[in-house]
């Protein structure tokens, strides 16, 4: 006989950086480049919607909610190449770009 086990789990959407991330405690995101410093506690006060259980609000444009993390590091991404070439105009430029981003450890959703 198969059981199933229903595990409480808490979840948010949050916006940061124009991206929007579905994150629940203990998650570790990287996100665009934060003015914020390593071992840094901070929260995302841009919270589009919040699940508890089934309980789901949804903001209008926000929700009333918080979600607490802390930065684990800064860093760069790897390098994309850009490659651009211009048929019969004897045209071509390679270019190369590295987006800066912060890791972050989502620590809980109040």
Known sequence: MLRYIYIKTMLAIIRTGNKQFVVKPGDKIKVEKLDK?????????????????????????????????????????????????????????????????TEVEILSIK
């Open 37 to 101: 410093k390593e071992g840094e506690e901070f929260a995302f006060s841009d919270v589009l919607l919040v699940d508890d259980n089934g309980k789901t609000e949804v903001g209008k444009p926000n929700v009333k909610a918080e979600v607490k993390a802390k930065v684990l590091k800064q860093g760069k991404e790897d390098k994309v190449i850009i490659y651009k070439y211009k048929p019969k105009k004897r045209e071509a430029t390679k270019t190369g770009h590295r987006q800066l981003f």
